[in-house]
């Protein structure tokens, strides 16, 4: 029996890429992998084509690519780059490219990679929390979750899959403990003793691959977590696994802000965010619907026992 198409954007990217290894390493899936990729020369996008997936140059810029990596597809997984431009209009812009062309293409099943529009939330009116970019207090959720809306207006059959902080981030996005003069190790974040969703990039891919083969999912909101844990925790968990006193560091949002790297405002509105809507935030990303989603699954303690030797210094 034929296959299933899955086209896959950002295919050698955490989530593209957690996808397509999933469906890859099913030898019994009804689906198969047609990878988007900008390079096909690059390690990743070999590695895929070596596990068994069809691999696509294209561009998501590109209308007419984005189409034909659609072409004869039964799903796709859309998802866009923020920190490799930073633009909240570029994200809405290619967000409206991929609903065009998943009803042009009758897609029968996709999923859009998205976060919540802050704004419903914090109205711009409110100073609470600083306004960025002129009309957006989470520019990297907000557009996302604007353009939630393009999907519905077309009658595209979606799953809006809502991601949490990634733990990867200790590794990638220098979000790890650091130093202090005094010697030790702090992990700082402004999140009072709330609790925030985060997950394994990996098991975000595998939970898509939940989703793709549960089409009654279709038009519900999943959000998804392997752990909702506090900054006194992962601080606990680090300092067992990494075998140093790591100090969670709280600190105000203002002063998350004012730190200064590419993308601090933002995040520190995004943290805020986490804080001051808990509930709302870990009710929607539920660990039960992600456990059932992908029974591997994991937990904050047990991404460290894999990852801890990873996380920089």
């Known amino acids: 029996m034929q296959k299933k198409i ?34 096909p020369n690059s390690d990743k996008a070999r590695a895929l084509k070596d596990a068994g997936a069809e691999l696509v140059q294209g561009n998501i810029d590109d209308k007419n690519s984005v189409l034909k990596a659609l072409e004869g597809a039964y799903g796709a997984y859309f998802v866009t780059f923020f920190w490799a431009h930073f633009s909240p209009e570029k994200e809405y812009a290619e967000a409206q490219t991929f609903a065009e062309c998943a ?23 409110d100073n609470s929390m600083p306004t960025l970019q002129g009309k957006y207090k ?24 809502r991601a949490s902080f990634y ?12 130093k202090g003069d ?3 190790y702090y992990l700082t974040f402004p999140l009072d003793d709330k609790k925030m969703a985060g997950i394994a990039s990996e098991d975000i891919g595998k939970c898509a691959y939940g989703i793709f083969k549960n089409p009654d999912l279709i038009g519900k909101i999943i959000g998804i977590a392997g752990e909702h844990v506090s900054g006194e925790v992962m601080a606990s968990k ?3 696994a990494l075998n140093i006193p790591v100090i969670y560091n709280n ?19 995004m943290f805020q965010f ?12 539920d660990i039960g619907m992600s456990k059932k989603l992908n029974p591997e699954l994991k937990s904050f303690e047990q991404w460290l026992r894999e990852n801890a030797a990873r996380i920089p210094l």
């Open 138 to 161: 989470v520019p990297h959720f907000d557009a996302k979750g604007e353009a939630d809306k393009l999907f519905t207006q077309l009658g595209v059959p979606v799953t809006f899959l």
């Open 103 to 125: 009803k042009e293409a009758n897609i029968k099943h996709a999923i859009w990679s998205t976060l919540e529009d802050v704004r419903n939330y914090v109205p711009l009116s």
């Open 274 to 285: 986490y804080r001051d809507f808990e509930e709302e935030c870990n009710r929607v990303r």
């Open 238 to 240: 680090m300092s067992e």
């Open 251 to 269: 600190v105000s949002p203002d002063t998350y802000r004012a730190f200064g790297f590419p993308g601090s405002d933002d995040l520190g509105n």
């Open 6 to 39: 899955i086209t896959v954007f950002g295919a050698t990217g955490a989530q593209g890429g957690g996808l397509c290894h999933a469906i890859l390493s099913d030898t019994a899936s009804e689906f198969s992998v047609r990878a988007v990729v900008r390079d």
């Open 182 to 184: 005094d010697g030790k």
């Open 167 to 178: 733990w990867d981030n200790f590794i990638y996005f220098g979000s790890g403990p650091k």
